[in-house]
């Protein structure tokens, strides 16, 4: 069974720093594109961030860009946001999810389900 | 950055037909994907590449992105409605341009 479970997400004081994991099950890790993808509290989706499947090649949001890190692991099937300078717009439920391979159309055919980041002032 | 519209609610009676759109500028030149979100759920990809479904998803569901509103506008479809179809739905785009990731505000399908 593909499963995507991630962890690390709680409380953090504003400008704090807060690292997300995500642990891959159930399929080739190494040969999917990864990515970040948060929900704050009642409103809709945003996207975060993407990694390749090599971890080469990274994309951040202009929101997130120069606070957020996207790396991967492919040794431990994990994925990961190291998160910095947190501010309370980023507070949210931080959703890993998996590009679809069939197609190179950036869709997202797996998904976790989410930590949840709380950023006090 | 590009935007993607969609209405905020849309209602259907259950065995009927629900359209959600999703707008946006040039929208027939990109795939469109959508997805299905159930209160305290992740989300759930139910069409990609405008018109393909996962495997598991109904065939009630079908995806379209073929010009309407002058190439601006694709359209979720969700046939013979049921009880259990009343979710968020959103649609996602990615703008091959500037290499970002674009999800629609959003949309909750009612089941009256």
């Known amino acids: 069974e593909v499963q995507l479970v991630e962890s690390g997400g709680g409380l953090v004081q504003s400008g704090g720093s807060l690292r997300l994991s995500c642990a891959a099950s159930?399929?080739?890790?190494?040969?999917?594109?990864m990515h970040w993808v948060r929900q704050a509290p009642g409103k809709g989706l945003e996207y975060v961030s993407s990694?390749?499947?090599?971890?080469?090649?990274?994309v951040y949001a202009k929101s997130v860009k120069g606070r957020f890190i996207i790396s991967r692991d492919n040794s431990k099937n994990t994925l990961y946001l190291q998160m910095g300078s947190l501010r309370a717009e980023d507070m949210a439920v931080y959703y890993c999810?998996?590009?679809?391979?069939?197609?190179?159309?950036?869709?997202?055919?797996?998904w976790g389900r989410g930590t949840l980041v709380t950023v006090s002032s | 950055s590009y935007v993607l519209t969609q209405p905020p609610s849309v209602s259907v009676a259950p065995g009927q037909t629900a359209t959600i759109p999703c707008g946006g500028t040039?929208?027939?030149?990109?795939?469109v994907h959508w997805y299905q979100q159930k209160p305290g759920q992740a989300p759930v990809l139910v069409i990609y590449?405008?018109?393909?479904?996962?495997?598991g998803i109904p065939e009630r569901f079908s995806g379209s992105n073929s010009g309407s509103n002058s190439g601006n506008t694709a359209t979720l479809t969700i046939s013979r409605v049921e009880d259990g179809d009343e979710a968020d739905y959103f649609c996602?785009?990615?703008?091959?341009?500037?290499?970002?990731?674009?999800f629609g505000g959003g949309t909750k399908l009612t089941v009256l």
């Open positions: 999810a998996r590009e679809i391979a069939v197609v190179p159309v950036k869709a997202f055919d797996c």
């Open positions: 159930g399929f080739p890790f190494s040969t999917f594109d």
């Open positions: 990694i390749t499947s090599d971890g080469g090649g990274t």
């Open positions: 040039n929208l027939g030149s990109k795939s």
């Open positions: 590449y405008d018109s393909d479904r996962p495997s």
């Open positions: 996602q785009v990615w703008d091959s341009t500037t290499d970002d990731i674009v």
